[in-house]
């Protein structure tokens, strides 16, 4: 079994920046993509930004220039830096990881709890 536990979410006024990190622990032979998505209320879960294991990243576009996704491959850790923070960044953030657990191949998807981000205007 794997885990991933976020940390870093709070209040945070327009114009601030926070960082998010999502530490995975448990069976894990390799972890392929990690991945942050948010969920505002009443909307649907989005992808804000991927990382694969090589380094290579997608972000949406409302994010780009704003945030930037990067991660410890020594520590299963994946960081989300939120700068110039917007009110309709508040949303729930969750951690994502597609996880090889042994020499298989197969890949299984995890996610976090969650975390509150909410920017105040």
């Known amino acids: 079994q794997v885990q991933l536990v976020e940390s870093g979410g709070g209040l945070v006024q327009a114009g601030g920046s926070l960082r998010l990190s999502c530490a995975a622990s448990?069976?894990?032979?390799?972890?392929?993509?990690m991945a942050w998505y948010r969920q505002a209320p009443g909307k649907q879960r989005e992808l804000v930004t991927r990382i694969t294991s090589s380094g290579s990243t997608n972000y949406v576009d409302s994010v780009k220039g704003r945030f930037t996704i990067s991660r410890d491959n020594a520590k299963n850790t994946v960081y989300l830096q939120m700068n110039s923070l917007k009110p309709e960044d508040t949303a729930v953030y969750y951690c994502?990881?597609?996880?090889?657990?042994?020499?298989?191949?197969?890949?299984?998807?995890?996610w976090g709890q969650g975390t509150q981000v909410t920017v105040s205007s």
């Open positions: 994502y990881a597609q996880v090889q657990v042994d020499s298989n191949r197969r890949l299984y998807q995890y």
């Open positions: 448990g069976s894990i032979f390799s972890i392929n993509v």
